[in-house]
């Protein structure tokens, strides 16, 4: 591809040391888009694969570096992971037997903490390193360990490590004081093998929570009310075995809705489930899109009409998602009119803010809330992403803006978008991964330094195990 401006690679070549995406703006999308499997619901449930000393399959497990980790974590505790064909993760707890996380896995995926619950329930104890804060905000456990408490394990947290011990978890009555989703999951897993009924009041209603319950449930666990305020869990004695495709990814689709809209495309999206994806749909025909559900998984958004600005609210499900605001606000960017954003779930989560005004958007940050300007067109610009959404959201500013757009730091993209850039180039984008050469692929701030590659476990046809390294 060949920028406007006339190079190939966009502005950074000379001193680029990581890979960097380069786009060139302005390009219609056509076609159908693959919508892989939902990355938070994959990482939950390789933690719940732990609550049972049977196999079970995972299948529609994204290739990303997230979930690479979660397996490098799981083969740390002694649990066997191996791919088990395209996108399908096969894992063996049978041998669980080290309940102490690695820190330097653990300090890199958030996600990580979900393994706490299962641990206590299997093995009766647990060490796990605090996940600490990260780019989008503070985002403490508190709620966790509270629950856990609750249900009368013994929680320590010293020298930044959760240290928690039980005979045998029992059920009890959890009250969250927010509905937090990897809270809600902890306790869902814990509850599933503890003794008499755990009520889990004000919980999570995400789809990703009604995923975990219904991998649970394969496995034999009794749980009722996923998906509603109040879930119900029955503790069993054991799980069993259960093969289980994960449901795909809301999150990705919500951003191929927003590159089809920013680039006045008529896209396809499937799978999907049309449900999961209610507050942005609704968002997306208020700035003045067509969404319609063109087959029970597959939705078509087209763009006929001038965009107008619209607020947003993120909330938790079925509110507006925080995942998709960094998305959004690009897309409220070329929206005509003033849009307020406000981010209520992380109080951090507008780090987007000045590489969207490096491409020409007038954003301004005041106590939470992004007030966003809308302008006539956005102009390409080389742009650092700061978080996961973040990456997704310069990305798409760039397939609008005028000439080349070069994306960097593109490992947070890698966590959490499989494939992104070639789904985007095979629906008609004018987008460009440009790899670095190997001695220049020494990134420090990269999470996996090329030394240490972390394998794809869920990619096909190679069977060896992943590795802890
Ligand atoms: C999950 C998702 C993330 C999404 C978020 C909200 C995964 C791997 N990640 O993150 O992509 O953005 O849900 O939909 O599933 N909180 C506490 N104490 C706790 C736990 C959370 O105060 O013990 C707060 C957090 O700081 C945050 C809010 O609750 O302000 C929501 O967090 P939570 O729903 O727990 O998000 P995660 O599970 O971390």
Request: net charge negative.
């Given at each position: 591809m060949t920028s406007e401006s006339g190079s190939p690679r966009g502005e950074q070549t000379a001193t680029q040391t990581a890979p960097y995406l380069v786009i060139s703006g302005g390009h219609r999308l056509a076609g159908e888009v693959v919508v892989s499997g939902a990355k938070n619901s994959a990482l939950a449930l390789m933690a719940a694969a732990l609550l049972t000393t049977d196999g079970c399959r995972l299948r529609n497990v994204p290739?990303?570096?997230?979930?690479?980790?979660?397996?490098?974590?799981?083969?740390?505790?002694?649990?066997?992971?191996?791919?088990?064909g395209p996108h399908t993760l096969d894992i063996d707890a049978r041998f669980l037997a080290v309940h102490r996380a690695p820190y330097e896995l653990v300090n890199t995926l958030r996600a990580s903490f979900f393994i706490l619950g299962p641990l206590l329930a299997r093995l009766g104890m647990a060490r796990i390193p605090l996940p600490g804060g990260c780019a989008i905000g503070a985002r403490p456990v508190d709620l966790h360990v509270r629950g856990l408490a609750a249900m009368g394990a013994e929680v320590r947290i010293e020298h930044g490590m959760v240290e928690a011990r039980v005979r045998r978890l029992r059920g009890a009555r959890i009250y969250l004081d927010y509905p937090s989703v990897g809270a809600t999951e902890t306790i869902m897993m814990?509850?599933?093998?503890?003794?008499?009924?755990?009520?889990?009041?004000?919980?999570?209603?995400?789809?990703?929570v009604v995923d975990l319950a219904n991998f649970c449930r394969a496995m034999g666990a009794r749980i009722r009310g996923a998906g509603s305020k109040t879930i119900v869990v029955s503790g069993v004695p054991k799980l069993h075995a259960a093969d289980?495709?994960?449901?795909?990814?809301?999150?990705?689709?919500?951003?191929?809705?927003t590159a089809a809209a920013i680039t006045g495309s008529t896209l396809r999206l499937a799978p999907v489930i049309p449900d999961h994806l209610g507050a942005a749909i609704a968002k997306l025909r208020d700035i003045g899109l067509h969404v319609a559900s063109v087959r029970p998984d597959c939705l078509e958004i087209s763009a006929d009409r001038p965009l107008v600005a619209v607020d947003i609210e993120t909330l938790p499900f079925p509110g507006f998602p925080t995942d998709l605001q960094a998305p959004f606000m690009s897309l409220l960017a070329v929206s005509d009119g003033t849009s307020i954003i406000s981010e209520t779930v992380f109080e951090n989560r507008l780090m987007?803010?000045?590489?969207?005004?490096?491409?020409?958007?007038d954003i301004r940050v005041r106590s939470g809330h992004a007030i966003v300007r809308g302008v006539p067109r956005l102009s390409g610009a080389p742009v650092t992403a700061t978080d996961l959404r973040a990456a997704a959201a310069?990305?798409?500013?760039?397939?609008?803006?005028?000439?080349?757009?070069?994306?960097?730091?593109?490992?947070?993209?890698?966590?959490g978008y499989d494939g992104f850039a070639a789904k985007l180039k095979a629906v008609g984008a004018r987008i460009e991964r440009i790899a670095?050469?190997?001695?220049?692929?020494?990134?420090?701030?990269?999470?996996?330094?090329p030394s240490e590659p972390a394998r794809s476990v869920v990619a096909g046809a190679d069977p060896a195990p992943i590795t802890a390294s």
């Open positions: 290739d990303l570096t997230d979930i690479r980790t979660m397996g490098a974590i799981l083969e740390s505790l002694g649990v066997r992971v191996r791919p088990g814990a509850a599933t093998l503890a003794e008499g009924e755990t009520i889990i009041e004000n919980a999570a209603q995400e789809p990703e289980y495709t994960v449901i795909p990814d809301r999150i990705e689709a919500g951003t191929f809705l987007h803010v000045p590489e969207l005004n490096r491409l020409g958007a310069l990305v798409i500013a760039g397939l609008a803006a005028q000439g080349t757009t070069t994306v960097n730091g593109l490992h947070h993209l890698d966590r670095p050469t190997p001695a220049a692929e020494a990134d420090p701030n990269c999470e996996h330094p």
